[in-house]
């Protein structure tokens, strides 16, 4: 949630009226009153002073999230956080993952998947793949692109990086890098939900996923492709795979281990802990697990996993676990917390923003035809005609709402919105000068 974001941001408490300024015109007074109100009730927010006086700020613990740890946890944490010349230097171990066998061997328990999988499961069984990350994709791109982006030390508030993703409007003062990977995380979160029905877990996947995050942060010769180079992991004692041929032997047998996994959670937590543990990329590594840990669960239309409420701290002791350790269960618990935490989010966006269900059912379809109509220069009768020979594709009963859709994508469509489309602001701009000319009445 946006509020909750914007109050970790704050070192001192905040009034309402300061809050309101900060979050902009989507909230109201009344709605901020309530959603604080229900945040001081759960513990997650602390109410100081009274009236006129009232300030918020969001509840700290001197260890951040560490309580959500359990004992066996912390225990192994405390472990990784001794003094380097107290840790042993240790390899890649192949025997862990050799052990490994799907549907036999689990990292989730029986009762925290049962857990989960009530608390994320949002659509029909026979609805097309991603449709449940299609309804809340734009909460989506903001939560998962700024948490990712935050868990690997980038400075954009929340508030900056939904300017940035739908605006273009970059934070002063902020470094390239930093909105460079924000973008490139726009890019693959849309590549995983466009692709939802065609999704394999395969290693060509997780390279693509890796190209489209890392594009521009590398140099192009290791964008989406192994490295061939020694990499050292910032904090700890281990020491990775330096063999190209090696890790992309690896890679291949992690793709194919988890594949043959049938719950989509333990499919997910395999891919988060050993493309991790891999470090298949000369960087990027961490960034592509957690993207890469989606691909399950928007296939089977779970609720995807954004990572927030994790400290940065806390998932840097997780993985420097399964570096050192191979023990998964501090990153089990911050799956576990995480995953809880976003399920409860997306069921106040949703009720916020209503369901749709043929602009979620046919996006495929629509944004398919608008690229048709721009790439071809159609308009007046050629466009109608276009659209007419198309919309056949569509039940009967959804034709009339799939129209007036895409009617409306096309009187807004911008250089923001073709993202995605293959169609380039060149292209863009000489559809819009003809089709102004022009002056049809857009769909008949």
């Known amino acids: ?52 006086g009232t300030k918020y700020l969001v509840r700290r613990s001197k ?27 240790i390899s890649y171990a192949e025997e862990w993952l050799d052990t490994y066998q799907p549907n036999e061997t689990y990292y989730l328990s029986s009762e ?20 449940f990350a299609r309804q809340i994709f734009d909460r989506l791109l903001i939560d998962l692109s700024y948490n990712s982006s935050r868990l690997e030390g980038n400075t954009y508030s929340i508030l900056e990086t939904e300017k940035l993703l739908f605006e273009g409007h970059s ?61 050292r992991i910032s904090g700890s004692t281990y020491i990775p795979f330096e063999d190209s041929k090696r890790l992309k032997r690896q890679l291949e047998r992690v793709t194919q281990k988890a594949a043959l996994i049938e719950d989509p959670y333990e499919q997910s937590f395999f891919l988060l802990v050993h493309l991790s543990y891999l470090q298949p990329f000369i960087d990027v590594n961490k960034r592509t697990a957690r993207l890469s840990a989606n691909i399950p669960l928007i296939m089977k239309n779970l609720v995807p996993l954004s990572f927030n409420d994790i400290e940065k701290e806390d998932y840097t002791n997780a993985v420097i676990a399964i570096y050192e350790l191979q023990d998964v269960r501090p990153l089990v618990d911050l799956y576990v917390f995480s995953y ?17 269900e043929v602009r979620v059912r046919y996006r495929q379809q629509r944004r398919a035809m608008i ?20 919309v056949k594709q569509i039940p009967p009963k959804d034709q009339h709402a799939f129209l ?41």
């Open 1 to 52: 949630m946006a509020v909750l974001e914007q109050l970790r941001e704050e070192a001192e408490p905040i009034s309402l009226l300061e809050l309101l300024k900060k979050l902009g015109e989507a909230y109201t007074d009344r709605t901020l009153r309530r959603w604080l109100a229900e945040m001081v009730k759960e513990g997650s927010v602390e109410i100081l002073g009274r009236k006129k």
């Open 63 to 89: 260890t951040g999230t560490r309580s959500l740890f359990s004992t066996e946890s912390l225990t192994v944490i405390e472990q990784v956080r001794k003094p380097y010349y107290e840790r042993i230097p």
């Open 112 to 131: 925290i998947r049962t857990q989960l999988y009530n608390a994320g499961k949002r659509s029909k069984s026979e609805e097309p793949a991603g449709t």
């Open 171 to 231: 934070a002063e003062g902020k470094l390239d890098e930093e909105k460079t990977m924000i973008l490139n995380h726009k890019e693959a979160i849309r590549f995983l939900v466009d692709s939802a029905h065609q999704l394999k877990i395969l290693s060509e996947t997780i390279f693509t996923v890796h190209y489209l995050l890392s594009d521009g942060l590398v140099d192009t010769q290791y964008a989406g492709k192994v490295r061939n180079v020694g990499v």
């Open 340 to 356: 809880l935490r976003t399920c409860a989010m997306y069921d106040e966006t949703a009720k916020a923003i209503g369901f749709d």
């Open 371 to 390: 690229t048709g109509i721009i790439v071809h220069g159609l308009v007046g009768e050629d466009m109608n005609k276009h659209i007419d020979s198309r």
């Open 404 to 444: 007036e859709d895409l009617k409306e994508d096309l009187e807004a469509l911008d250089s923001i919105r073709i993202v995605g489309l293959g169609v380039t602001s060149k292209e863009l701009e000489e559809w819009k000068k003809k089709f102004e000319s022009s002056q049809p009445d857009i769909i008949h």
